[in-house]
């Protein structure tokens, strides 16, 4: 299992959790292992088959599987995980821990299909993998990725209000790969006043990707029409205005809403100042790529206002996110941090206790890695099931 979590943690957070898998022959030698690589492409247990099968193993019946969360019983954009291992002849599965939303109950499935389940394989460690996206499971909500691009004194625009920008080309482009995967960005209404902005998906040449997020303003003046976000095709795939100021609000009405034929379930928020700060207040931040640029702009404005902390005892911890390319990454002269807010009441995630541990805060000092561009790309498989 400590090996599914490693692999696990290769995964993008977002609309669907981090899994990992691994198979295992009946010396418990491991013939292959599985990751899933985020929305639309192969959960983690077919993965985990698929490399099986090209290693050249056709006879599963005496494999066992490892898999950090209990397979799906789902027929969505992929095919239901318990039934590939059924089909598959594997006749015993281990699983981390169980999955919150509706597609749980494959240990169960698989039981009455005659595998020998067993639940709970380094429960505590699998479960906080994904304590935030069990969390926007539970509220019925998008997960939330907090993109920031600040000067190294906190600012994210200039005293005139200018931002653009702040941050690297690299930074930038490591931006639009992440826009790229999201079914969703929200601004806040000043922010489309000021920056006007188009929150598109755009390569390194500045053409659109393939993928549109739909682009939401959060707020209750009405966006004004010249707004480049509400301009139609080519430049994006629609735009959305969510009236409120109440982030938990918004979410559940982008909850509600579908985008390119699918819910949306991953929100990127873009800011500015005050809509970061509510979603900060109201603890629903679930992810951070905080960018640091080499430059101080002294009386701009502040990354974050007030969010109710009044005293230290209050403030919200966040810890570095050793997943989906590490922790720490340098691009150009930026530093980009990963972040997750700190479990709850919870002990902490063991993945550095591993075989081949992955980078974690309390382990020695970490190397800032720098992004080579390629860490978001998805991956050579087809995203869509056939
Ligand atoms: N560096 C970066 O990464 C980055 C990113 C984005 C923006 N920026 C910069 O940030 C600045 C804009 O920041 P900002 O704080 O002035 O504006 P903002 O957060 O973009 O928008 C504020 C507006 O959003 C609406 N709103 C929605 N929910 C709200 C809530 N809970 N609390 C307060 N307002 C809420 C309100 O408009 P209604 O009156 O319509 O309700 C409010 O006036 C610009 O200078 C921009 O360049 C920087």
């Known amino acids: ?41 192969y959960h983690a247990e077919r993965d985990c088959i698929i490399r099986a099968e090209a290693a050249g193993i056709t006879d599963f019946s005496s494999t066992t599987l490892y898999t950090t969360l209990e397979p799906c019983t789902h027929y969505g954009r992929q095919p239901a995980c318990t039934d590939l291992i059924t089909s ?5 599965v281990r699983v981390g821990a169980t999955d919150p939303s509706p597609n749980g109950g494959g240990a169960q499935v698989l039981r009455g299909r005659g595998a020998e389940v067993v639940v709970g394989v380094l429960a505590d460690e699998c479960r906080q993998l ?16 907090v993109h920031l691009a600040q000067s190294i004194d906190a600012r994210i625009a200039a005293a005139d209000g200018t931002s653009q920008w702040i941050t690297s080309a690299v930074s930038r482009q490591h931006t639009h790969a992440i826009r790229e995967r999201v079914d ?105 790529f905080f960018y640091t640029a080499p430059l101080i702009l002294g009386a701009g404005r502040s990354s974050l206002g007030d969010i109710g902390v009044t005293t230290l005892a209050e403030a919200r911890r966040y810890t570095l996110d050793a997943t989906d390319g590490g922790p720490t990454r340098i691009m150009d002269d930026d530093v980009c941090i990963h972040l ?47």
């Open 88 to 92: 598959a002849g594997i006749p015993r």
């Open 340 to 386: 997750q807010p700190e479990p709850k009441g919870a002990p902490e995630c063991s993945l550095a206790s591993s075989p081949a541990p992955v980078q974690s805060p309390s382990a020695s000092p970490i190397p800032p890695k720098a992004w080579n561009g390629s860490a978001l790309k998805p991956p050579a498989t087809p995203k869509v099931w056939p």
């Open 1 to 41: 299992m400590h090996a599914a979590l490693q692999a696990a943690s290769e995964g993008p957070r977002g609309a669907n959790p981090l899994v990992g898998a691994v198979l295992l022959d009946d010396h418990g030698s491991i013939i292959a292992t599985g990751y899933h690589r985020g929305a639309g492409t």
């Open 184 to 288: 969703a960005i929200l601004v806040g209404t000043n922010t489309v006043e000021i920056d006007n902005p188009r929150l598109t998906a755009r390569d390194a040449e500045g053409n659109l990707t393939d993928s549109q997020p739909l682009r939401t303003v959060m707020g209750l003046r009405e966006t004004p029409a010249e707004a480049k976000l509400r301009q139609g095709q080519p430049e994006g795939q629609g735009w959305l205005q969510l009236r409120t100021r109440d982030p938990l609000e918004a979410l559940q009405q982008l909850a509600g809403t579908t985008h390119n034929g699918y819910p949306v379930k991953h929100v990127l928020v873009e800011g500015g100042q005050s809509v970061l700060s509510a979603f900060f207040a109201a603890d629903l931040v679930d992810e951070i």
């Open 130 to 145: 994904n304590h935030r996206w069990n969390q926007a499971v539970t509220q019925q909500r998008p997960f939330v990725t």
